[in-house]
């Protein structure tokens, strides 16, 4: 059973519905066969934080979403554009066309293939940390997070687990897998109280680009169904 790239992202969206915060007390070392010495959890953070510095970065992406109750398992594709802070265009290229675009306020839905428009406001959806927004201002991590070591994996990566203080239905935990060479996140696992999955896995990143806000902006075309969001 398929199902559309939007109920993708919208459980990516209730994944991440709660107020966290970060444990500062917590920071084992964790080893990389590619150095002498192991890093810190903070090390690692401040690392991931100089390299996401730059005022933004576009990415490819594979989306895998598992929702356990109804057995349905599929996959999307496209590119990321992300802009700080809280500027994000999800381009949507398998299996549907789709656009997710917000400019940190608002927010767009675009459905070229259904003619159809979603509209809503950007911190019903991405305010404190929800959705992927941490990408577009990587401090989140330390401000909203416990960060705690992650299942071992592969050697060249560092893995952390983020936990929310407060536990809910929507959220148990985020994986995070970061290479040990570039400190990219090149993974992001999120995972709920009822086994749903939704697993990111980005690559080829630019850094360093000089995005125009145009980009994280939407003009609504003529003739297409328009729908609000609560």
Known sequence: MKFKPILYF?????????????????????????????????????????????????ARFVQESVLKAMDITDKASGKIY?????????????????????????????????NQVMVGKAPSFFGEGKGANFLSDIKLLKKNFFILPGKKGRNDHYNLKLLPRKKTLDLTGIDLSISSKTFDIVQVITTNV????????????????DLEDSLFSFKIPPGVDLMQLE
């Open 82 to 114: 992300i802009k700080r802070p809280g500027m994000m265009r999800w381009e949507y290229e398998k299996p549907d066309r789709q656009i997710i675009i917000t400019d940190g306020t608002k927010l767009w839905i675009y459905r070229p293939e259904d």
């Open 194 to 209: 009822y086994g749903d999955e939704t697993r990111i896995t980005l690559r080829n990143f630019q850094f360093k680009q």
């Open 10 to 58: 919208l459980c990516i969206l209730a994944f991440f519905n709660v107020p966290m915060v970060f444990g500062k007390n917590i920071s084992p070392a964790l080893t990389s066969p590619d150095r002498e010495s192991p890093l810190s959890i903070d090390e690692i953070v401040q690392r991931v934080e100089k390299r996401y510095a730059g005022s933004g970065f576009s």
